[in-house]
C-alpha cells in the first residue's frame, strides 16, 4: 500500500501533469498535420480548455451585468433629472396661469369701475401678519404719484390705506390691524351705522362694534363703507354678518364678519388715487 507521502506525491504529479495538458491545449499551435503526441495533448486538454472556457464566459457575464446595471444607473438618474425638470415647469406655467387670472380680475374690474375710482395697480413686496399686526408693503410710492392716507382695494372688497410712502414703495396698514378701522353700514338698508375692525384674533376676521341695540341687521347682510370716517370712501365692500351678539351693556351690540378679502393672499393690489383724508371719489 501506498502511504501518505507517496500519495501526496502522486497527487502533485497528477496536478502537474493536467497544468501541463492545459497550457499544453492553450498552446500548442493548430496544424494541418499535428504530430501523434499533438494530437494526444489537444485530446487531453481539451476538457480543461472547454472548463476554462466557461469560467471565462461566466467573468465576461459579471462584467456586463455590472456594466449594464451602471449604465441603467446613469439613466435613471438623467431620467429623474428630466422629471425633476419637468414638474418645475409644470409648477411655473401653473403660477403663471393663476397669475393671469388673478390679472385679468384686477383689470376687468378696473375698467368696469374706472368711471368711480382711479385705480393703480401694485404688488406685494413684503408682509406682516403676527401679533395682531396686518402690515403689507406694496412696489409702489411717491415717485408714482402715492400718498398717506390713500385707500387700497382689490375686485374683492376693502384692504386697507397707505400708512408711510417712500419714493418707490409704501407700507399699508390693513383692517384687521389693531389700528385699523373703517365706518361702515349695512349695503341693503344703508343703516345700522358702526365701525369694523379686526375681531381680536390672528384669523384675519373683522367685528361691527357701536352698534345701537335696535339697529336692525341679520346674519349674511352685507357690509360697505359708509364713508362717515373720512378715511375711506362710500360703498367698498367690506364682508358679510356671520353672527350678531349683545354687548353687556344692554345698549349695543357686536356684528361678526367675514371679509370679502384674504387679508393673508393678498399679491396684487389697486390704490385708489382719487382718495385719502376723505378727498372722496
Do not use: W
Not at 498535420?33 to 457575464?61: C, M, W, Y
Not at 398717506?148 to 399699508?172: D, H, K, P
Not at 354678518?241 to 364678519?257: C, P, R
Amino acid at each position: 500500500m501506498f502511504n501518505n507521502k507517496k500519495l501526496r506525491i502522486a497527487a502533485a504529479l497528477v496536478v502537474l501533469l493536467v497544468g501541463l495538458l492545459a497550457l499544453a491545449g492553450n498552446t500548442v499551435q493548430v496544424r494541418e498535420n499535428p504530430t501523434f503526441l499533438e494530437k494526444g495533448l489537444r485530446i487531453a486538454a481539451s476538457p480543461f480548455q472547454n472548463g476554462f472556457h466557461a469560467i471565462g464566459n461566466v467573468f465576461d457575464s459579471i462584467g456586463v451585468y455590472f456594466s449594464d446595471k451602471k449604465a441603467l444607473e446613469e439613466e435613471n438618474t438623467q431620467l429623474q433629472q428630466e422629471v425633476d425638470a419637468l414638474h418645475y415647469r409644470i409648477a411655473q406655467l401653473e403660477e403663471t396661469e393663476l397669475e393671469n387670472k388673478r390679472l385679468k380680475e384686477l383689470l376687468d374690474y378696473k375698467e368696469a369701475n374706472k368711471a368711480a375710482y382711479q385705480l393703480q395697480l401694485a404688488e406685494t413686496i413684503a408682509k406682516k401678519n403676527n401679533n395682531l399686526q396686518y402690515m403689507i408693503t406694496i412696489n409702489k410710492g411717491s415717485d408714482d404719484g402715492v400718498k398717506a392716507g390713500m385707500t387700497v382695494m382689490n375686485q374683492y372688497g376693502l384692504i386697507g390705506r397707505v400708512s408711510s410712502v417712500l419714493s418707490g414703495s409704501c407700507e399699508v396698514l390693513l383692517l384687521p390691524d389693531h389700528e385699523s378701522a373703517a365706518g361702515a353700514r349695512v349695503k341693503s338698508t344703508r343703516e345700522a351705522l358702526g365701525v369694523v375692525k379686526g375681531d381680536g384674533t390672528s384669523t384675519g376676521n373683522l367685528q361691527m362694534v357701536h352698534l345701537q341695540h335696535d339697529a336692525e341687521l341679520a346674519e349674511g347682510d352685507v357690509i360697505i363703507t359708509s364713508g362717515l370716517d373720512m378715511v375711506y370712501p362710500e360703498g367698498i365692500p367690506i364682508g358679510t354678518v356671520t353672527s350678531i351678539q349683545d354687548d353687556a351693556n344692554g345698549l349695543t351690540k357686536t356684528a361678526y364678519i367675514t371679509p370679502y378679502v384674504n387679508f393673508f393672499q393678498l399679491e396684487e393690489v389697486f390704490i385708489l388715487m382719487n382718495s385719502g383724508g376723505g378727498s372722496g371719489q
